[in-house]
């Protein structure tokens, strides 16, 4: 049997080392991250070309069974893959970490619901890290940004104030402690990815009292089959050999 990974996350990675050598697997990173994690195994990057590439893909490489191990906001590969595979009738499953409880979090559904909300509560310093793909929609902000991205976003879609913070995480506590209290942060505005590698930032916002407005994960294909740890899929795969 020969399965495609979706990865580019903690959990492919793992879900990869978990299966590999005994699985024939093939782990597929988007390639928009400079020096990525790479997964044990065989590893592609890029991308598919839409339903239709990934469609041949599976074909020509004879793939018996794909697992979405993206992120819980790659919203469009999660569909294609989802389409594909219907179309196909390959085994299609999904490997959604866990989302985090909001609490007392303003949970929006977009990045622009998110910037709407930093200017109708007119905050003046904000911690954005909802990825580099979310800047844009507070370009015509007043506020001032500490932006942490992975990598730069577009110079075009920045806020007028702002400081860039290239890192990844996982981030600790502490460390977001210090930088909630030395930028004089008034909000923090994530996107609910879930997981421990991030959590920390929640945390030390609801220590501290910092708001928090949180984007709603997008929803899944209809019908997807999902599971919410390594091992879980894990025992999938297995079944199907």
Not at 54 to 65: N, S, T, V, W
Not at 72 to 87: G, I, L, S, V
Not at 94 to 99: C, D, E, G, I, N
Not at 153 to 170: C, E, N, Y
Request: with cysteine; hydrophobic share 45%; glycine share 8%.
């Amino acid at each position: 049997m020969r399965v495609l990974l979706l990865g580019g996350t903690a959990e492919g990675r793992a879900l990869a080392k978990a299966l590999h050598p005994q699985v024939d697997i093939v782990s597929s990173l988007a390639g928009r991250v400079p020096d990525p994690a790479l997964p044990v195994g065989p590893v592609r990057v890029g991308g598919f070309g839409g339903v239709a590439g990934l469609r041949r893909y599976l074909h020509d490489e004879r793939i018996d069974a794909v697992v979405d191990a993206t992120h819980p906001f790659a919203a469009t590969m999660t569909a294609h893959a989802a389409q594909a595979c219907a179309e196909l009738r390959v085994p299609h499953l999904v490997l959604a970490r866990p989302a985090w409880d909001p609490g007392s979090a303003t949970v929006v559904a977009s990045d622009g619901a998110a910037a709407k909300e930093v200017a109708e509560q007119v905050y003046s310093r904000v911690f954005l890290t909802t990825g580099r793909s979310g800047v844009a929609a507070f370009a015509d902000s007043d506020a001032w940004f500490l932006i942490r991205a992975v990598t730069p976003p577009d110079d075009t879609a920045m806020p007028r104030h702002h400081q860039l913070l290239l890192s990844r995480g996982p981030y600790r506590y502490n460390d977001e402690l210090r930088i909630l209290n030395e930028h004089r942060i008034d909000v923090l505005v994530t996107k609910n990815s879930g997981g421990e590698m991030t959590r920390a930032k929640v945390d030390a916002a609801a220590a501290l009292k910092v708001p928090v407005v949180m984007v709603a994960r997008p929803p899944l294909p209809e019908g997807a089959r999902t599971v919410g740890t390594v091992e879980a899929a894990v025992h999938w795969v297995t079944e199907l050999r």
